[in-house]
Every structure is written in C-alpha cells, then in structure tokens.
C-alpha cells in the first residue's frame, strides 16, 4: 500500500503528500476542482482555455516556464470533465521552485492580450487539423462560435 499523508491547510488547500526516497526527482500537482462539467453545454472549452492561459504569467512571474527550466524542471496540464491538473518533475533539491511558481499563480495570476491572443490562436490552429481529419466537427463546436468572435473585441 502507497503510504502519504493528507490534510487541509486554513485556506481550505487540500494536501496529499508521498515522501519517495528512492528517487532524486519530485511530482508536485496542483488539481483544481473544476473541468468541462462546469460549463454551459452551449459554451463548452473554455476549461481547457483557461488551463492554456495559466501558462500566461503572474504578476511576479511573466514567464512560468523560464524560472521552472533554470530550476531543471518541465511542466505541464490536463483538463478532463471533473479537474484541471497542472504538474511540475524536477530535482526534490529545487522543490521550492514549484511551491513559488504554483503559489503566485494561485494569488496572482495575470494573462493579457498576447496570451489571450497566442492561445486562440492555438485553438484556431488545433480547429483547422481536428476538422481536415473530421470535417462533420465543426456544426457541434460550440467554442468555436463563442471564442472567435471575442477575438475581435480584445484585439
């Protein structure tokens, strides 16, 4: 049996830890309890979206990426219809990397126009390859009909 640890910090932060001495790596995810269930079903993606966006920067940290890299970490998310689990690897010895990274994006996130502007484009790119493979996509996309037009009132 996997032994750990579990319990709640004031703020309400649910925490499970699992100490594995035998490697000189650390998995360190933060799940947040929300996916493509909590959306409109005539308004659907924007879970996955948002977990894009959050790669945008905090107001300390412009870009996430850079300091984890120098850390000798990588990351990445995943969005399913009950969570969004963004997960950091690198050396145990640089754990305090990920706890600042997470932290201040958890107290102040901040993407802008470029961000917002680079992840719809994104979409539109990931739209083009789903729909030359299934053309029938696009009548049931209803992101597609809420996301573009939203392009042109921040640009």
Not at 107 to 112: E, H, K, M, P, T
Not at 114 to 127: C, G, I, Q, T
Request: with cysteine; glycine share 6%; net charge negative.
């Amino acid at each position: 049996m996997i032994q750990f640890q579990k319990f709640v910090l004031s703020n309400g932060l649910r925490v499970i830890v699992h100490p594995d001495f035998t490697t000189p790596m650390v998995a360190f995810n933060i799940i947040y309890d929300v996916g493509a269930r909590d959306e409109h079903p005539d308004q659907t993606g924007f879970a996955h979206l948002f977990e894009h966006l959050m790669f945008g920067g905090s107001v300390h940290i412009p870009d996430y990426d850079e300091p984890l890299q120098m850390a000798g970490g990588e990351n990445n998310a995943y969005t399913t219809n009950d969570i969004t689990n963004y997960y950091i690897q690198l050396p145990a010895a640089n754990i305090e990397t990920a706890f600042w990274l997470e932290s201040d994006r958890m107290l102040s996130l901040a993407f802008g126009q470029k961000a917002w502007m680079s992840n719809v484009k994104w979409f539109v790119k990931s739209l083009k390859n789903i729909t030359s493979i299934n053309p029938m996509v696009i009548p049931g996309n209803t992101f597609a009909n809420c996301v573009i037009p939203l392009t042109l009132t921040v640009g």
